[in-house]
């Protein structure tokens, strides 16, 4: 049976959804384009009017950015979980697990408070096999550094 366990990757690494990532900054772009072209183009609007079409292409593109911001950042003291509109930084020794299942829409880390973080940087959308690969990753990390520090309670 070949061996699933990923070499540690070297710190620090970001995990984050890559093609996902592209698509919403294109669509982004894409989206304030056409919609400030159709408020410059338009006959007959007045200077606000037309303002009123970029801010609203501005916001637009802005919110479709927002879904392209989740990340997960590890480094030599931690994780970092960057969300939608949140971001929090844990100890190596607050994770107890990281969990990618099947039909989960993202990862979820378990945590020594016997609450669960989702981690929406890594998600197997579009690219499954890469999200597989950065959860075990991730998992391996959490098992290393965990490991390492022996003294650590990990509730």
Known sequence: MPDTTPDLPSLPVTFRPGRTRAVLTALAVLTFAAITAVG???????????????????LLAGVVLLLARPRVVADDTGVTVVNLTTKRRLAWAEIVRVNLRQGDPWAFLDLSDGTSLPALGIQPGIARERAVHDARALRALVEARSAAAPETPRG
């Open 40 to 58: 410059l183009l338009l006959d007959g609007l007045g200077p606000g009017e037309r303002l009123s079409f970029v801010f609203t292409a501005l």
